[in-house]
């Protein structure tokens, strides 16, 4: 089987998602299949990332959850999908991960790609869900390996079953919700952190001004 997998992060070659990928197509390649691997963050590719899809009977495109949603980049290549010519031949399937430990638009996301197969003319492969990427690139790359290498066996899920569906994607997608105690101490660790954060960008307002609270 040959697969074009397609990195649709902003920050392509640099990101979390590519480390997912190198982890994924580790346990993807073991039985022989090939893949050919592009960034959408690269727009001059974008002609030849749309013929290889358009060849291709396998796709897999790999994005992150930005602002609860696609990130406009990978929203804008997806306009430009559509003036592809694809048919049921051509299978799209998704890897969808998220900075938070519960992948936020588990279901709603899901939804919205099965919609967008259906309308660039090609048929849904399923999607793969995983929250916590978010220090996947700024941890001890031994640490980094650990927490992905789950991904190395849906690679080789993939390669078995060209499409992301049954119990073990389900059971991959780990906890769907955050306990009330586990939501207290993430918020006070996030405060922490971006008080941190605000201090060391020279911020003047405090975290939780509101200014169009004005009277
Ligand atoms: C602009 C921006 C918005 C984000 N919004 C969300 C979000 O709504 N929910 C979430 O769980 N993670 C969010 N994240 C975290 C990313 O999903 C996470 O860091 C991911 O690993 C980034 O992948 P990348 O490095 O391949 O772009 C956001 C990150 C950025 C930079």
């Known amino acids: 089987m040959h697969t074009v997998i397609v990195n649709g992060s902003p920050r392509g070659e640099h990101g979390n998602s590519q480390i997912i ?3 994924f197509s580790e346990g993807y390649s073991i039985n022989g299949d090939t893949y050919q691997q ?4 690269e727009k001059k590719d974008w002609e030849q990332i749309k013929a290889s899809i358009e060849k291709s009977k396998n796709t897999i495109v790999v994005f992150p959850l930005y602002a609860e949603l ?3 980049t990978l929203l804008e290549f997806f306009d430009y999908l559509c003036h592809t010519k694809l048919s049921p031949e051509n299978t799209m399937s998704f ?3 998220s900075g938070n430990l519960v992948a936020g638009m588990r279901g709603c996301c899901s939804e919205y790609l099965k919609q967008l197969t259906k309308h660039l003319n090609c ?3 399923g ?8 220090f996947y690139s700024n941890i001890d790359p031994k640490r980094t390996d650990e927490l992905v290498e789950p991904y190395a066996e849906m690679g080789k899920y993939f390669s078995e079953n060209k499409s992301f569906f049954g119990n073990a994607v389900i059971e991959f997608a780990g906890p769907t919700e955050v306990k009330a105690s586990d939501a207290r101490v993430i918020n006070r660790i996030c405060k922490i952190l971006m008080t941190e954060f605000a201090e060391k960008a020279n911020c003047k307002f405090p975290l939780d001004y509101k200014p169009y609270d004005v009277e």
């Open 21 to 23: 990928i190198n982890k």
């Open 38 to 41: 592009f960034c959408i963050s």
């Open 70 to 72: 696609l990130p406009g």
């Open 95 to 97: 890897i969808l991960h």
């Open 123 to 125: 048929s849904f492969g």
């Open 127 to 134: 999607v793969l869900i995983r929250g916590n990427s978010f």
